[in-house]
């Protein structure tokens, strides 16, 4: 076989939306950099629905705008609707959400990629795995041509010997209309790396002029939108900006010329049409070996887990600005053709609606996340990195933040410093990594803001802040927007000082706003602050007691992270350890006593006893 050139610091393995964050924070941190795609055409398309954010899903996108990601900026320029969830409830759940065209996020990011210093970008489906000993230095393509890397990243998705079923129909694939990747499984087997099954799926999409709309209810988007990249510490060059290098990059001014999404339910012929035809879904038939997605379930599952309940809501979301292409958010299936058709013209609006695209399921390959380290690393393979749905996560989000902490984390290898791990209180980015490693997951993982124990810490305005340090210490922002989040914080911190003691009358301002009828007045020093500075400190003060309830538990929870396991520890040799738990935890092979205490199974007894044993060691 032909090899290219000379080795790449890092190769990554797929362009999806881990793919493209891996790929981008590794060039942008200088590494050498490849990104390998089966088809550059489909450079972070939106398999499922063309939607960003969420509950939680938002935080994590602004948590990798924090970090240097791209998804944020993305999102913004091919937003078509946004909308802040949770909006009535308190700013630590609040989410951002936005429909994107899928065709414009798709080709910006490709374009950002193709424009990155660098970064190559290949067209070529990797079928196989180099190693030299037990590290890996490179993969084999279908095109008979090697590449050689210090570190490679994993970033499949869905494709790793992917079956899409309809009914008992089978078609090999990662996703409709594209390919299979059939042999580098075995690379993983070969190397000692355990694969599972996995399934998820997605619904049909319609021809909008096929739908009747004045039987289906509007939902506009927000008029004030919430944007996702921090706008108020870029420089004006960091802008979403179309016009880059001389050429035009897909997007427009976010926020504008906002679209409608529309709502409808299912009714109990849908019920009925459903639990008639069953036997033929490829779940409920015995087709398909990997679990579902339980918190995005198919419309099979809540016809037969909520059995009685018939009417279920159903988002109709468009695809993109130039397109009559709609998505049916809620009506995830794989039942036969002929059963999705009656099924759809049983709902309100549907009655004539035209299918462009059957409902399918995908079932696929994944490495249970076990068998890595937090910062993403093979246990088993050195260099061998594995970020999105190949550990078993579902979203793009998901997907983009664990890219981008494998990208860092790969040139970090290279240049032989030690590792970046996120921990659970500093964002839901730690909470999903350190859930993964330490518990594994049996079904796709989604995140949600009831995951993580600090989720009070976590508002989705206080990223910058939460990560600055990081971002400082691994280069992942210009020096320039540092400097301006440095600025941010000590406006935010002087503002909470002065609230906190001045007073109106016989309280301090701080006590005014903490009193559940006050009426939003604020001083003319704070009320002329920036937006996000205010928001910011006025969250800060509102919630004070809350939030240093959960710094003490965070303190508590650095005690004992603090305490190292040392590599290649023998839990078996720890007297009064009991056996079971010993083999978990031989198995996991936690780095702290912190990790060890999240591993299922262990309780707090069996933490007093380590920390006397490796206190003692």
């Known amino acids: 076989m032909e090899v290219r050139g000379d080795a790449y610091d890092v190769i990554v393995c797929g362009a999806g939306h881990a793919g493209c964050e891996a790929a981008l924070a590794a060039a942008r941190m200088g590494a050498r950099t490849l990104v390998l795609s089966g088809n550059i055409d489909t450079i972070a398309a939106m398999s499922c629905n063309p939607a960003i954010g969420g509950v939680a899903k938002g935080q994590i996108v602004r948590e990798i705008d924090a970090l240097g990601g791209e998804m944020a900026l993305t999102t913004d320029v091919s937003g078509i609707q946004f909308r802040l969830l949770n909006a009535s409830k308190g700013p630590a759940v609040q989410s951002p959400r936005a429909q994107c065209d899928k065709k414009v996020y798709a080709l910006r990011m490709k374009h950002v990629l193709e424009h990155q210093e660098n970064l190559d970008v290949f067209q070529a489906t990797v079928t196989g795995l180099i190693f030299k000993g037990d590290s890996v230095v490179g993969c084999h393509t279908n095109l008979d041509v090697d590449f050689h890397g210090k570190t490679v990243i994993i970033t499949t998705g869905t494709f790793l010997r992917g079956l899409m079923h309809i009914g008992k129909n089978k078609n090999e694939g990662g996703r409709m209309g594209d390919y299979s990747a059939k042999t580098l499984s075995n690379s993983f087997l070969e190397a000692g790396i355990e694969l599972e099954r996995l399934k998820t799926g997605t619904p049909p999409r319609l021809l909008g002029r096929s739908i009747d709309f004045s039987q289906l209810e509007e939902q506009k988007g927000d008029a004030d939108p919430t944007l996702f990249a921090f706008y108020d510490t870029r420089d004006e060059s960091d802008m979403f900006h179309v016009e880059h290098h001389g050429e035009t990059f897909?997007?427009?001014?976010?926020?504008?010329?906002?679209?409608?999404?529309?709502?409808?339910?299912?009714?109990?012929?849908?019920?009925?049409?459903?639990?008639?035809?069953?036997?033929?879904?490829?779940?409920?038939?015995?087709?398909?070996?990997?679990?579902?997605?339980?918190?995005?379930?198919?419309?099979?599952?809540?016809?037969?887990?909520?059995?009685?309940?018939?009417?279920?809501?159903?988002?109709?979301?468009?695809?993109?600005?130039?397109?009559?292409?709609?998505?049916?958010?809620?009506?995830?299936?794989?039942?036969?053709?002929?059963?999705?058709?009656?099924?759809?013209?049983?709902?309100?609006?549907?009655?004539?609606?035209?299918?462009?695209?059957?409902?399918?399921?995908?079932?696929?390959?994944?490495?249970?996340?076990?068998?890595?380290?937090?910062?993403?690393?093979?246990?088993?393979?050195?260099?061998?990195?594995?970020?999105?749905?190949?550990?078993?996560?579902?979203?793009?989000?998901?997907?983009?933040?664990?890219?981008?902490?494998?990208?860092?984390?790969?040139?970090?290898?290279?240049?032989?410093d030690a590792p970046f791990v996120l921990k659970r209180y500093d964002g839901y980015t730690g909470v999903l990594i350190d859930d993964l490693v330490t518990k594994g997951t049996q079904e796709p993982y989604r995140m949600f803001t009831s995951r993580a124990e600090y989720r009070l810490l976590f508002n989705h305005g206080s990223s910058e802040l939460r990560l600055l340090d990081y971002a400082r210490k691994y280069g992942l922002l210009s020096e320039s927007r540092l400097r301006r989040i440095e600025r941010k914080k000590e406006q935010i911190e002087s503002s909470v000082a002065w609230v906190e003691s001045n007073r109106v009358g016989e309280q301090t301002w701080a006590t005014l706003v903490r009193r559940n009828d006050w009426d939003g007045s604020l001083p003319e020093g704070i009320e002329s602050l920036p937006d996000a500075v205010k928001a910011e400190a006025l969250y800060r003060v509102r919630y004070d007691g809350y939030l240093k309830r959960e710094l003490r538990q965070v303190e508590k929870l650095n005690n004992v992270e603090g305490i190292q396991v040392p590599k290649g520890f023998d839990f078996l040799t720890v007297t009064g350890l009991k056996k079971e738990c010993a083999l978990k935890l031989n198995e996991m092979g936690p780095a702290n006593l912190g990790q060890a205490s999240r591993v299922s199974g262990v309780n707090p007894a069996d933490i007093s006893i380590l920390m006397v044993a490796l206190n003692n060691s």
């Open 250 to 416: 897909a997007g427009w001014r976010p926020g504008s010329d906002p679209v409608s999404c529309w709502i409808t339910y299912t009714t109990e012929k849908t019920s009925e049409i459903v639990l008639k035809n069953l036997h033929l879904s490829a779940m409920y038939g015995g087709e398909i070996e990997g679990a579902g997605p339980r918190y995005c379930p198919s419309i099979e599952d809540k016809f037969v887990r909520f059995e009685g309940r018939p009417r279920h809501m159903l988002f109709i979301e468009p695809e993109g600005r130039n397109t009559n292409e709609y998505y049916i958010n809620g009506l995830s299936t794989s039942l036969p053709f002929s059963a999705q058709k009656e099924m759809i013209a049983s709902i309100p609006g549907l009655e004539n609606a035209h299918l462009l695209r059957p409902a399918y399921a995908v079932e696929y390959d994944f490495a249970p996340p076990t068998q890595i380290f937090p910062h993403l690393e093979s246990k088993k393979v050195e260099n061998l990195f594995f970020a999105g749905q190949i550990n078993g996560t579902s979203g793009y989000e998901e997907a983009a933040c664990q890219g981008l902490v494998a990208g860092v984390n790969a040139a970090l290898k290279v240049r032989g």
